[in-house]
């Protein structure tokens, strides 16, 4: 596609329900990140995919987040029992597998936990 | 450990005055450096990039930033801001293949 794309653009779930959230990255890049952008705060990174290998899980808070990616193309990130410090903008980014190339953000997604 | 430390939170110019917004990193060895805005709702967009070579790099929209090696700085300049620059700017170090990011600095422009 043209850009990245993310769905949904907010999404409002109640404490304890789980979430999906959803990226479609640039065709051909193979690489992929998710990271989380909370009120007045940077971006913390989550969870980085480049191309077959396996993720880098490390930035993931809690074993409550996760993410797959399907087909080395779109990616889901999954909050299981989401807490109210769950509620952020999460932005996924691709770029091509050489670091010297920049990343590519999606509008990202507005996550509310009511 | 990569790091990067953006030191204002909120920067005020009047419009047509000239801005700094300054970015520390910390990186063991050449740093791959980034900057990047984020209008409100939108994504993040990339103004400009170092990798090597000529120490000041100009990017988009006017901006222009200069990587300082010694002093381990990549502030960001713009000569004359517009009403439109006011956002939120993210400085990024890479060397890594994951990016690290500042915690950003939000510009308010007074007409």
């Known amino acids: 596609g043209a850009g990245v794309s993310q769905s949904p653009s907010n999404k409002v779930t109640e404490k304890g329900k789980d979430v999906e959230l959803r990226c479609d990255p640039i065709?051909?890049?193979?690489?992929l990140y998710w990271y989380r952008q909370s009120l007045g705060q940077g971006l913390e990174f989550l969870i980085y995919?480049?191309?077959?290998?396996?993720?880098?899980k490390s930035g993931l808070p809690s074993d409550r987040f996760s993410a797959e990616r399907t087909g080395g193309s779109v990616s889901t990130l999954t909050i299981q029992r989401t807490q109210q410090e769950d509620s952020a903008v999460y932005l996924c980014a691709s770029s091509q597998a050489d670091r010297n190339t920049e990343a590519f953000f999606g509008q990202g997604t507005r996550l509310t936990v009511v | 450990a990569q790091s990067v430390t953006q030191p204002d939170i909120h920067i005020t110019v009047s419009e047509g005055a000239s801005l700094e917004l300054r970015c520390n990193y910390s990186?063991?060895?050449?740093?791959?450096l980034f900057w990047y805005v984020q209008s409100p709702g939108q994504g993040l967009q990339l103004l400009l990039k170092?990798?090597?070579?000529?120490?000041l790099v100009q990017g988009i929209k006017g901006f222009e930033a200069e990587f300082k090696r010694s002093q381990s700085s990549f502030n960001l300049r713009k000569p004359s801001v517009h009403w439109s620059d006011a956002a939120e700017y993210f400085c990024?170090?890479?060397?890594?293949?994951?990016?690290?990011f500042g915690r950003g600095t939000s510009l308010i422009v007074h007409p």
């Open positions: 170092y990798f090597s070579g000529d120490t």
């Open positions: 995919f480049q191309g077959n290998s396996a993720p880098d």
């Open positions: 990024a170090v890479g060397g890594s293949y994951i990016p690290t």
């Open positions: 065709s051909g890049h193979t690489a």
């Open positions: 990186y063991g060895a050449t740093p791959y």
